[in-house]
């Protein structure tokens, strides 16, 4: 069943790009035009078969019935003006970004069946040339409604997020980016302040332990630094609570305190075995 | 080509088993018997046929002509010391400790023969069920020899790693421990924190990031108290080192300065990139 026929997919990235993939394997829209600010980008995606058409110009937005906005935050709210007044009147329109509260209180304002989504399906690969369809499958989504989504709309979004095997959550914007903060912009700082502060020339003799704990922070710098920004206050507290966290630990090595050593790490290991 | 006839490995975990079960299979030893402090552990060691025979009793040390001590960090000096007027005169013995000055200066004095080794072949996975000979393949092995340590003793211990697959290093004990504060136990400590600080609830909601980022949480309390402790002086200028980066990230996301947020994530970025 096609859920959705016409649809235009703003960013043509990895997100983008995977989501023309799996929609069409999956058969559920008619017809998918791509955009890139990159011109080239758009042609890759083609090429790749993740989109019918590759466009160059907003205009083609106004017969959409799905639009699909899959580039960085700052440029999710940008170009959403941009286009809410030449979109048709019952066209869907939804973002993929990380944060949801900043882009869902100032899209919902303009464009009336504007409904926030945040598929946790991202990666430290961009691009077209990691399109990958599976991606969302196995995967978390969060929706992220308000009190006056139209409420058949957020049944249609939910179903296309669960048709491509993603398994969906809806929370309050805000209480998305309280949970972000936590699960995922802070181990991003936290990544990216870890292998910053390891001296280069012995990047040849670590462990699969700092490759893995550090893989977070090969991902893209301006897509991060926008994420950090849009998401300050909530980030800057967990920033915080990490930071207590962390000098507890080192003042019980410190003070070779190894009993309250050993309880905070055996406490951390058994949060972590939760996580599978 | 056999290069040890009788092996003694004590400590039938992880590390100790593996390395039992991979000695067998490039047949570079003759015979192999295991110690375990839990007598049940040497015998799963022994089903698993990582060694040929479980010992009950440090006695059988008496006519091994290699001994690798696998246990915890703390544990290899203690039971070091108890077989050191054990063993035969040019007995070998080498640990897999993955500190390695407080062993060494310790052990280099009353064992003439002693090498220290370490594999960086660990895994938040302990014990007999996860054995595994092919760890040690494409791993680096760190050996910390001293002034005084036989040359002719160092290449065969090299050459023992080396067929087992390993890359090896030589650094001496001090370089190795500012080296692994740095590469390993570094990234250990952040992970431990930074599991330790997420809200338990709020774990259903993570990414593969935060998974990735805290694998090596789930490692053994009691095994990483020690090593923080046995390495202790480094390790607490290396989290220095961490806290000042975190803090300067923190500090140009408090500003919303984005220019200089970004400057640091890119560096983070290409510097990740190079460890591959």
Redesign the interface.
């Known amino acids: 069943m096609k859920l959705f026929n016409k649809v235009v997919i703003i960013g043509t990235g990895l997100i983008g790009g995977s989501l023309g993939l799996a929609l069409k394997e999956k058969h559920l829209v008619s017809r998918i035009t791509g955009l890139s600010r990159h011109r080239r980008n758009a042609g890759l995606a083609k090429k790749a078969g993740a989109i019918d058409y590759a466009a160059v110009s907003l205009e083609v937005v106004k017969d959409a019935d799905l639009i699909i906005l899959a580039t960085p935050v700052e440029a999710i709210i940008e170009i959403a003006l941009k286009i809410a007044k030449k979109i048709k009147r019952d066209c869907v329109v939804i973002d993929v970004g990380s944060t949801k509260e900043a882009i869902v209180s100032r899209l919902s304002r303009v464009i009336p069946n504007f409904i926030g989504c945040h598929p ?1 399906s ?2 430290e690969r961009r691009g077209v040339v990691n399109l990958e369809s599976g991606i969302f499958k196995n995967s ?1 989504c ?1 929706i992220t409604p308000t009190a006056k989504t139209n409420k058949k709309i957020l049944s249609k979004v939910s179903l296309l997020w669960r048709r491509l095997g993603s398994r969906v ?1 809806i929370l309050s914007p805000e209480v998305h980016d309280r ?2 903060a ?3 912009h ?15 020339k ?2 040849s ?18 897509l ?2 926008e994420v ?2 849009s998401n ?1 206050k909530n ?2 507290s ?2 915080s ?7 507890v ?2 003042l019980a ?2 003070r ?1 305190n ?1 009993k309250l ?2 309880n ?6 058994k ?6």
């Open positions: 946790l991202g990666s978390l969060i959550v949970i972000l936590f699960t995922s802070l181990p991003h700082a936290v990544a990216f302040s870890l292998i910053g502060c390891i001296p280069a012995l990047l003799l670590s462990s699969a332990g700092l490759r893995d704990s550090t893989r977070i922070s090969a991902s893209d710098a301006n991060w630094g950090f920004l300050r980030l800057l967990c920033l609570a990490f930071q207590t966290k962390l000098a630990l080192k090595i410190e070779k190894k050593l050993i905070i790490l055996a406490a951390a290991k949060k972590r075995e939760k996580l599978g």
